[in-house]
């Protein structure tokens, strides 16, 4: 054979004897394929040489079958669902020790042959006219492409083919599109900076086995296993091109919970290689120009992104600065000031940047190149009106969450998309689970800063650049806290909301415990998000301590714009607010201990405990209202002071876990915690539900963002549950 295809499925032992179908699946395709073969790791007990203990020990084989053909040729008779063992080569213990897909790749390179190596993905497709064409592509490692070096890896160009299932497939079909041609193509001539970023890429097979294999597989640092590949190559004086004339059909994420867990790998994977020795090695080794080529094609886009979203923070904490301090009234009073038209033009024009048009730039060129600049327009503004700048503003949320965190805290892990084509109703818990950290909280951080400057702020009120910037930043903390629901199918479907909302319920008020999973029970799910913290060096603890300190700002300044606080500036004002806050985590702390007593067996009691509570609340605010003249302003400021203040407090006391624990005060912690997690729920669901009230705005969702027989399967699904609900309710009668 000129050339042998293998899959390396790890687990396919394991499924042959639990009687997976997916085993039953791959023999059928080597009995449908008799070249095909395929690699895993056969995990066997065996007895101990050592006669004396009489007990089995575990033995790891790399493995490589075929499908045993049947006795006669006759094609009649059935096709026996057995394998045949061709090489089975004992392994010194477990081969996967670091991050599974590359350890995978590395123990089946040896059942390979020839001098090129291909690597395809299971969500990956090929094509007749292409394979015709490998040929001509091997060729290519015979030429010296820069005049000195032979190629070590050739880059094939992909055709994404999942574009028309939905918009967001669409827009990911047009971000990836102009990546993987006009992206790759540039970076491999003339800036001689690209690398490997997954598949189709063929290997120069004898080079890769002599240099570490084609992928990288330490634990957690090379999550990104297949950039490190190319970082390899170019370390030890490899040349890496991409080619144009061959191309392999690709399948990216549909859904956005899809899309956003391979972007979360991505983000989390930069961040690893930020921190790699390999990047390191490069930016010394490189000449200027190319080391800045590099940077800003491989960790500069993330910190770049990073900066941006911190530039958004800086400027809302700074005008909080200047308002709550009094500056911004005075420097409004100035004529230099007022009147400045070039600084308000200079702000203004900022603002179409942020928009994002200089990052869809690539995406116009290359659709333009392919299909015409007329189709390129029409076709850019067709993904403005199927809402592109929500999806990639949102995305910017995930990118810049996960990069931050694993600079700061580490712990990268492999997070597994599915690569479903499938796309599905996401409950309201699973959005809140994957979004919350990321996206929900700074979006609501975001939310209180605005409203703070909305509500004291004055320069700027009429003008144009103030209007583009805040525009531009409430667009944000919409696209942030809403995106989720908008872009999810049958989002703003009434009876959907009504399952959400009692599965919500379920997941919020369950218990933690061993084996509980994060899915089911709010508590395991939210010691499971402060994982990172526990692996975090004394360096990230410190960190997240001293940014968590920016919450109690509001309230230092917010206390004194109160009405009843009559302009005072004594420091006693400030004391009373403390107080009043331990007060509010003292009634909580009664609630829960209450809750935990007396629910069960004294329900009057607890009751009791809770309409007085309530009575003396009611009581007290009354009596602010009538004597100090407290006005709903105040108790709206109130809200945006305390709330807070509460949440630092919330994070000081995770990242101190240890000392909180020896002080027997967790059980409070995560008191405040749920108590935090359902006013932020119900913030997210009420908007939502509101709107799912009228059954126009979900026939408008599903007409403009999925494709029209997407959206006949969804009329269909709606008239054949109707059906089955009324069977359901005859059988009943």
Partial sequence: MKFTYVVSCQLYGIHKRSGDPRAQDILKLMATYPSLRVAY??????????????????????????AALPKSIDPSEPVQNLDQVIYRIKLPGPAILGEG???????????????????????????????LKMRNLLQEFLEKHDGVRHPTILGLREHIFTGSVSSLAWFMSNQENSFV???????????????????????????????????????????????????????????????????????????????????????????EQTLSRDI??????????????????????????????LTVYVFLYGRLYLVLSGLEEGLSTQPAIRDNKPLQVALASQSFVQIGFLMALPMLMEIGLEKGFRTALSEFILM????????????????????????????????????????????????????????????????????????????????????????????????????????????????????????????????????VPPEKSWESWWEEEQEHLQHSGKRGIVAEILLSLRFFIYQYGLVYHLNIAKKTKSVLVYGISWLVIFLILFVMKTVSVGRRKFSAEFQLVFRLIKGLIFVTFVSILVTLIVLPHMTLQDIIVCILAFMPTGWGILLIAQACKPVVHKAGLWPSVRTLARGFEIVMGLLLFTPV??????????????????????????QISRILGGQRKDRSSRSKE
């Fill in 689 to 714: 539900a509101f709107l799912a009230w009228f059954p126009f705005v979900s026939e408008f969702q599903t007409r403009m963002l999925f494709n029209q027989a997407f959206s006949r399967g969804l």
């Fill in 41 to 66: 790791i056969d995990e066997v007990e065996e007895p101990s040489k050592d006669r004396s203990k009489k007990i089995n020990q575990k033995a790891y084989y790399s493995t490589l079958v075929k």
């Fill in 280 to 309: 390191y090695r490069l930016g010394h080794r490189f000449d200027f120009f190319r080391m800045l080529s590099c940077y800003f094609t491989t960790i500069g886009f993330y910190y770049s992104t990073l900066i941006t979203v």
């Fill in 181 to 271: 041609t006009i992206g790759q193509r540039l970076l491999a001539n003339p800036l001689k900076v690209r690398f490997h970023y997954g598949h189709p890429d063929v290997f120069d097979r004898l080079f890769h086995l002599t240099r570490g294999g084609v992928s990288k597989a330490s634990k957690v640092i090379n999550l990104s296993e297949d950039i490190f590949a190319g970082f390899n190559s170019t370390l030890r004086e490899g040349n890496v091109t991409h080619h144009e004339y061959i191309q392999v059909g690709k399948g990216r994420d549909v859904g956005l919970n899809q899309i956003s867990m391979f972007e979360a790998k991505i983000a989390n994977g930069n961040g």
């Fill in 101 to 131: 897909k590359p350890e995978n790749q590395n123990h089946a390179i040896i059942f390979t042959r020839g001098e090129g190596l291909q690597t395809i993905d299971m969500n990956q497709d090929n094509y007749m006219e292409e394979a």
């Fill in 384 to 515: 403005q009106l199927q809402l592109a700048p929500v999806f990639f503003t949102f995305s910017l949320g995930t990118k810049t969450h996960y990069y931050g965190r694993t600079l700061l805290h580490g712990g990268a892990k492999y997070r597994p998309t599915g690569r479903g084509f499938v796309v599905f109703h996401a409950k309201f818990a699973d959005n809140y689970r994957l979004y919350s950290r990321s996206h929900f909280v700074k979006g609501i951080e975001l939310l209180v800063l605005l409203l703070v400057y909305q509500i004291f702020g004055h320069t700027y009120r009429s003008a144009v650049a103030y209007i583009l910037i805040t525009v531009s930043m409430w667009f944000m903390v919409g696209t942030w806290l809403f995106a989720p629901f908008l872009f999810n199918p049958s989002g703003f479907e009434w009876q959907k909301i009504v399952d959400d909302w009692t599965d919500w319920n379920k997941w919020i008020s369950n218990r933690g415990g061993i084996g």
